[in-house]
């Protein structure tokens, strides 16, 4: 079964950067990578978005190897507010193409 | 304000009542998804409509039936649910159903089925 893993939970301090990895190895050919964060009680925000390489935008970076597999997203020294949960999401193959959301990650920031 | 509101927010329900969930989006976006949210679980797409028309069914039990009267709202209509069934439920929308399109999505209802 295709799946989209990511580490359950992350420390971190105020101010320093924190990656987090999403590993989608039946990921499909033409097809985006997202990343989302959401906070208790509130449905998922839209942080990035990228095909490959390297994007950039006011809050976050989203690197992606050549081959895909896997994406990382890259918060810039952050805050106690950063702290939440961040998802991926992909689409998959196999089985038919499948819009699939990572397991997410618990990032806790503290002082 | 999202753009995205879900109603009602909280809903606790017996298993032989018949509730429906209500969703309506004020961003003109074509594309409208239900998802559900249990604890310590991913998100799970259940239905995907684009301009109206049912486009995915991910096996989704029949005790659960969308409807989707037009572009800006969405309904699940629920009966004979199962405990297991309790989870957030959440509604997004998109500009249209091509997946790579940013989700905006509501705050959810949180369903409690006793």
């Known amino acids: 079964l295709a799946k989209t893993t990511q580490p359950i939970s992350m420390d971190s301090y105020e101010g320093q950067e924190v990656n987090i990895t999403c590993s989608h190895n039946?990921?499909?050919?033409?097809?985006?990578i997202t990343w989302y964060q959401q906070f208790p009680s509130q449905g998922p925000r839209f942080i990035i978005q990228?095909?490959?390489t390297k994007v950039t935008n006011e809050v976050a970076s989203l690197f992606i190897p050549a081959d895909r597999k896997s994406s990382t997203l890259s918060l810039p020294r952050v805050s106690l507010s950063d702290t939440a949960v961040y998802y991926c999401?992909?689409?998959?193959?196999?089985?038919?193409?499948?819009?699939?959301f990572g397991t997410g990650t618990q990032l806790k920031v503290e002082l | 304000e999202t753009g995205v509101t879900q109603t009602p927010r909280h809903l606790v329900m017996g298993m032989t009542n018949k509730k429906s969930l209500k969703c309506e989006q004020h961003l003109g976006h074509n594309a409208m998804y239900w998802y559900k949210q249990s604890a310590k679980k991913p998100l799970e797409l259940m239905f995907v409509y684009n301009f109206k028309e049912q486009t995915e069914n991910n096996s989704v039990p029949s005790r659960f039936s969308p409807e989707c009267p037009n572009s800006s709202h969405l309904f699940l209509h629920l009966h004979t649910l199962q405990p297991e069934d309790s989870a957030l439920y959440l509604c997004a929308s998109s500009q249209d159903g091509a997946d790579h399109q940013p989700q905006h999505f509501g705050d959810g209802t949180r369903l409690s089925i006793l």
């Open positions: 999401l992909v689409v998959l193959t196999g089985g038919g193409n499948k819009l699939t």
């Open positions: 039946n990921i499909a050919t033409n097809d985006y």
């Open positions: 990228g095909y490959k």
